[in-house]
């Protein structure tokens, strides 16, 4: 066996390394995954909304659509606000919830577009936010100078998309979809590397779970932004 390898070999600052090193990949692992089965969750329930006429009625069709549509706004500030007074089991089930809620919002798209068009471009968001992820984590520049511009950006979209509700403009639906690619692939290089900057932080297991969560919540919401932008370009609509 190589010295390199073998902790009987390892200076004791190699083994404090190593053993970062090792608990640093399984802290990024448990952010991916709870993202991932966020998104899997929010992917079945889409379809089940989209598929039951009742359901799509219930949802679309009453002021209940208010309600869909606003709680997984006020369930991010609400976790937001109180991660740090909660237990790490109740912010993992607000995020089951949080997740579960956007799938139902999320159904529109699915009466919208055409199931294969859909399919198609979140394989392609997939690819680029992996892209981008593995560009945040492995990068040595510092992302943090665009935060301030990332933000800017973000309520600039945010205000775009408001007036353009009256204006019915295509072309400027067209700059909103392309600025939206645009701010959430920096968000989520910019994300990924401060996800991993926190773990430096050294806090204690209950902490760390929960910072695991939000995380997984901030990738969450890039990833499902960076979907519905790109599916403004890519997507087939139904006749």
């Known amino acids: 066996m190589a010295f390199g390898t073998d902790r009987r070999y390892m200076t004791t600052a190699q083994a404090e390394a190593a053993q970062i090193d090792v608990g640093l990949r399984q802290y990024m692992l448990r952010v991916y995954n709870y993202m991932a089965s966020g998104l899997a969750l929010t992917g079945i329930v889409a379809l089940l909304v989209a598929s039951s006429p009742m359901l799509t009625q219930a949802i679309f069709g009453t002021p209940l659509y208010w309600v869909v549509l606003l709680a997984p706004l006020g369930l991010v500030f609400f976790l937001s606000a109180k991660i740090h007074t909660m237990q790490s089991s109740t912010a993992s089930a607000l995020f089951w919830v949080y997740a579960a809620l956007m799938g139902a919002s999320l159904a529109s798209l699915f009466l919208k577009y055409t199931g294969v068009s859909i399919t198609r ?82 806090h204690d297991a209950e902490t760390m779970s929960k910072l695991s969560i939000m995380g997984a919540l901030s990738l969450y919401m890039d990833f499902i932004n960076l979907f519905i932008f790109m599916l403004q370009f890519l997507g087939v609509r139904r006749d």
């Open 121 to 202: 471009t979140f394989f392609i968001t997939a690819a680029a936010f992996a892209g981008l992820s593995i560009y945040g984590y492995t990068t040595k520049k510092d992302l943090s100078g665009f935060r301030s511009f990332l933000i800017m950006g973000v309520i600039g979209l945010i205000i775009a998309m408001i007036v353009n509700i009256f204006l019915q403009s295509t072309m400027m639906q067209f700059v909103i979809s392309a600025a939206g690619v645009l701010i959430f692939a920096g968000l989520t290089a910019y994300d990924t590397q401060k996800i991993k900057e926190m773990y430096w932080e050294g």
